[in-house]
Structure formats: C-alpha cells, structure tokens
C-alpha cells in the first residue's frame, strides 16, 4: 500500500530504500515501479477517468471554472447534502424543477412558475409582525415574524362556496356557486372584501328569509353591523316586486353570514320571499370588519 491512510505516499516496496553499493536488480526495480503504480492509481485523474470510492474533505470548500453536474438524488437522499444529514438538502424534482428537503421532506419547490413553500416561513430581523398568511389556489404558507405587535398585514386572496339559506326549504341545485375574497388585516383590525355569485338551477319550495353562508371569516364581534356596506344585484326577479336599489346586504358582528335586507322609506327589513325561479342570480358584493 503506496499511501499511509493519512493521505503520505510512503515507498514501502522490497528492496526499499537503496544504499550505496546496491546491486541493481529487475525484481527490487518492478517492485518500485509496482507501487507507484498502486499509489498512482489511487488518485484522482483530472479529465474524469476516474470515480471516487469515498467522501473526500475539501478544507477550503470546492471552486470550478465551468458548470458543475451532480446526480439528480431523491427527497429522501438529496444530492448534495452537509456532513451525516443525508436526507436534507437539493435534489432535482424534474426538468426545471428543483427541490429542497429537510429529514426527507420537501420544504421548498424551485421552479419557473415561482417558489414553493411548504410549512412555516420565519422572517428574523423584522421590526414588527405577527402570522401572515398567503393563500393561493393551491398552496398556503404561513409567515411568521419576531415580535408581538404587527404593522405587516395579513393578505389573504381565495375562493369559497357560498350557501343560499333560507328559512324554509332551499334552492336543491346552483347553476353557478361560486364566492372570492381578500382579507386584509388579522382579526381585530383587519378587513374583508368579497363578492357571492349564486345562479339557481332548481329553486325548490323556498320560502322566508334569504342569507348565505360560508364566508371564510367571521365579522369582528363587537363591532357596528355595516348596513349597506354590499350591494346586491338580482337578476330573473320573477314576481318578487322589487328592484336592485331596494336591496342590501349586511354581515352580522361574530357572524360569517351574509343577510340580506330591503329598505322601504328608510326601515329597513329582512329580505323575505315567497317563491323563487329557476333562472334566479344574486350577484352580491361588499365588504366588513375582522
């Protein structure tokens, strides 16, 4: 063996080292040559000829002139990880699209369409915050920030299926069903804007008083109720007498509940039906505290 495990190319070859008066001998010559073909050979070649058998410890980290190529590795054995941590760090998701793992789970998803986060963004060094939160159509990520007070708003852009209530019966199918938000703001100080459109199908034997539910967020309790803060906009208003002006839309305090009203001379009063058609549309939007 030609290196000493501590990385010292020893001659250790029979014969080994010469003095003066050697008798020069083919079999102590090959045996020379031997080794240092061994130790040759375990080297590392520069033109890529060769493949390492081992981690090899770089002190002062690696540097290269081109492009570097690593293996593509998996979420649960990266391709490029620190020390004994094999199971975090950067792996290939696919073609331009990479991926970060921590213990074998993707945390960040690099690709051309944006970043991906999966779990709980930390903010250091910000001056103030609390949890904010970023929703899409497909990914929620949670941003959280140092400190107690919060001049970082919440920003919340998503949908929700909003629900026609009424107080006898109920529409039995929704040709359209379809409600989008943004909060702005966390509870206390904060805001939401919405808009509700509902289009029925089959109206059924819907009699009462008209509300929708399953907004997403609950109206700050204790705060003023909102008259007129929405607007609704009826269309196929079949026999029930009135027109758009006539009515409005309210969230209650503590509530998630849109309620609808009619206004007659200044009172205002439930917004109650009779019958309702098939063809009927609300089209409501406006907004309320949180």
Known sequence: MSFNGSGTFVINSTGQPVVTGTVISSSTFNSLTADLGTGLSTTVTKDGQTTTTAKIPFALGLSAAAASNFAAGTVGLPAIYLSTDTTT????????????????????DIASTGLGITGTLKLAGATSGTTTVIATDAVTATITLPSATSTLATFVASTFTPVMAIGAGAPTSYTTQVGNYLQIGTAGNG????TITVRLNVAGAATGNVTFTGLPVAARAGAATERNSAAVYMTGAGGLGLTTEQIWATVAQGASVVDLWTYTGGTASAFSVGALSNSQQFNINGSYPI
Request: proline share 0%; hydrophobic share 50%.
């Open 89 to 108: 760090g950067l792996y290939r998701i696919g073609a331009n699209n990479d991926g970060f793992a921590v213990s074998g789970a993707k945390v960040l």
């Open 191 to 194: 805001r939401v804007f919405f």
